[in-house]
């Protein structure tokens, strides 16, 4: 089983591409630096949770807890 942060990291990855969103794209989306980015995906950094959120509505995504699918 992948840990929380590989699978938080496969999930971003996967809604990103599925958006069609560079990570810098994201990034200036999000208002986040493209390297946060990065990080989370190469799973180098575990997000906190108003980074979750944050990810979610650049993504346009239902709900945050879709990041969290797979994990617990």
Same mark, same amino acid.
């Given at each position: 089983? $992948?840990?929380?942060? @590989?699978?938080?990291?496969?999930? =971003? %990855? #996967? #809604? +990103?591409?599925?958006? &069609? *969103? @560079?990570?810098?794209? *994201?990034?200036?989306?999000?208002?986040? #630096? +493209?390297? $946060?980015?990065?990080? =989370?995906? +190469? +799973?180098? %950094? @575990? !997000?906190? *949770?108003?980074?979750?959120?944050?990810?979610?509505? &650049?993504? @346009?995504?239902?709900? !945050? &807890?879709? =990041?969290?699918?797979?994990?617990?």
């Amino acid at each position: 089983m $992948e840990s929380a942060r @590989s699978q938080f990291a496969t999930n =971003l %990855r #996967h #809604h +990103r591409e599925a958006a &069609g *969103l @560079s990570q810098e794209a *994201l990034a200036d989306i999000c208002d986040l #630096h +493209r390297t $946060e980015i990065s990080l =989370l995906e +190469r +799973r180098k %950094r @575990s !997000p906190r *949770l108003e980074t979750i959120v944050i990810l979610a509505r &650049g993504l @346009s995504l239902s709900s !945050p &807890g879709v =990041l969290l699918d797979g994990i617990g």
